[in-house]
């Protein structure tokens, strides 16, 4: 028989992810309503990069029964 470690994550964490890809997400905005530089694109893009990361890691531990 083989044992699979699956990750278990507490409400409170999953609440924190939340979050943590909402305040990525709002910043991605708030940085892409600025004047069109390319500093603010390059945050702009950062930040959604950031959230899109988080977004797929809930969904692998998801995918695995981790998160509640």
């Known amino acids: 028989m083989t044992s ?3 990750p278990t994550t ?3 964490d999953t609440i924190a992810r939340q979050q ?5 997400l709002t910043t ?3 940085f892409i309503r600025l004047p069109g ?6 945050a702009a ?3 959604a990069n950031r959230a899109l990361s988080m977004l797929k890691q809930a969904c ?3 995918k695995i029964g ?3």
């Open 4 to 6: 699979v470690n699956t």
């Open 10 to 12: 507490s409400t409170l």
């Open 20 to 24: 943590a890809i909402e305040n990525a």
């Open 28 to 30: 991605a905005l708030y």
């Open 37 to 42: 530089t390319p500093s603010a694109l390059h």
């Open 45 to 47: 893009t950062g930040r």
């Open 60 to 62: 692998s531990e998801a």
């Open 66 to 68: 981790g998160a509640a």
